[in-house]
């Protein structure tokens, strides 16, 4: 067989046993990781595990997600294709380019300038045209795109960044991981009007959202990504 088919074998696998059998039900949201090849995302020392059912280091002490949590992720947005959606979070570029196959326009904010510049390289290589990779503090989102009718933040925030809350659109919906840097609770809150519903969803653990409206440093001890 040859390479490219088996890795695509290997892709539909992940999504059948991780994320199907897992409770994900959106077709959309399926096919779109049936779709966006996860391995181009991952270092070439770790490509042979990038179907595997785990986090993985993309250098600089950032992870790109397990794929069951990019999936459940992606599912609690709940896009039919007309939205805009930031990410907060950029790391790899894989879920943006997930993202970018379920709505319109993607902005997606990193603060580490190289892991910036090395998603957009591989995005322009999949031709996904619709993601905007920024470099900045997406702590504080992206006031001048706003308002969003979908926010992901893919790192660990101490509390929810108000202007976060501010700039979501009638309707639309935010999911993050909130708590502590060695564990947080994936949130998914749901704005009405000025009203905002949390539900709290699973406990999960992502790297530490460092910025204005999160942590002031990355305090983990050095090993802990190893
Ligand atoms: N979504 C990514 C995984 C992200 S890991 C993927 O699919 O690969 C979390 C990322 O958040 C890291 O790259 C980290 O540098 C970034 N980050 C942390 N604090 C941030 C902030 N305030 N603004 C923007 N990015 C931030």
Redesign the pocket.
């Known amino acids: 067989m040859k390479e490219s088919e088996e890795l695509t074998h290997e892709r539909e696998r992940m999504v059948e046993n991780q994320i199907r059998s897992r409770g994900i039900k959106d077709e959309r949201v399926l096919e779109a990781m049936a779709t966006i090849p996860r391995h181009v995302?991952v270092p070439s020392e770790n490509r042979h595990l990038a179907y595997a059912d785990a986090p993985l280091p993309?250098g600089?002490r950032?992870?790109?997600?397990q794929p069951f949590i990019?999936a459940l992720m992606t599912e609690l947005l709940d896009l039919d294709g007309d939205e805009t959606v930031l990410?907060?979070?950029?790391?790899?570029?894989?879920?943006?380019a997930i993202l970018g196959r379920l709505a319109k326009r993607v902005y997606s904010?990193?603060?580490?300038p190289e892991?910036a510049e090395h998603a957009r390289g591989i995005l322009r290589a999949l031709k996904v045209d619709n993601v905007e990779v920024l470099v900045?503090?997406?702590?504080q989102g992206l006031p001048e795109h706003a308002p969003f009718e979908g926010i992901m933040v893919?790192?660990a925030a101490p509390r929810v960044p108000v202007p976060l809350k501010e700039q979501l659109a009638d309707g639309g919906r935010l999911v993050l991981p909130v708590g502590e840097q060695a564990g947080q609770i994936l949130e998914c809150w749901e704005r009405q009007g000025d009203d905002f519903r949390r539900d709290r969803v699973a406990p999960v653990a992502?790297?530490?959202?460092?910025?204005e409206h999160?942590w002031d440093s990355d305090e983990r001890p050095f090993s802990w990504w190893l």
Do not use: K, M, N
């Open positions: 995302f993309i600089h950032q992870t790109i997600s990019v990410e907060v979070g950029t790391g790899s570029g894989y879920q943006a904010l990193e603060r580490i892991l900045a503090d997406g702590s893919t790192a992502f790297v530490p959202l460092v910025g999160g």
